[in-house]
């Protein structure tokens, strides 16, 4: 097994009217995927796997669906990860990762995974559109290492909600949205 290995990993698609029958993913360095990553494309499964990325660093990744007749959706909205080799307080290594890992749009709650280089204090809080805090899912020290991060959406009425995270020296921050 490759320990160099970064799993990509999404919810397949809802529309069964279409057929869908694979996935094109695309990953990059930069936001507007200008300097794109070769990864394996089409896939068929709801996981892909990316060996050997270039150093520390951040990267986006995006998807979309065909279907059986050689349609192909809109790219998703793109997503983030940060990387990093080796360990924690290397010079330009992230202090931390957010990954959104629950369904998109949230019906019962939205789950994110935060991954910390070294023990940190870390803020984690759901805030709705209007700036209200809605849940305060993290407000301690952390270990370092990967941490799922869980909100219960199910009280919640339908619409944006952002997640920020906070640790000392560095903030991120994700929305997401809320059905009913």
Known sequence: MNTDTTSLVWHASGDNLSGTEAYHVQLASDSLFTDTIPVPSPVTPDTVEVCSLPGAADYYWHIRAGDSAGNWSNWSQARMFSRYVGLAG???????????????????????????????????????????????????????GKHELQWDAQSASAGVYCLLIRTPGRSAAGRFLVVK
């Open 90 to 144: 290397r010079k330009g290594i992230p202090s931390f990762g957010l990954a959104r890992a629950g369904p998109q749009p949230a019906i019962r709650g939205a789950r994110f995974v935060l991954t910390l280089a070294e023990a940190s204090r870390v803020e984690a809080l759901v805030y709705d559109a209007t700036g209200k805090v809605m849940a305060t899912l993290v407000a301690g020290t952390l270990e370092a």
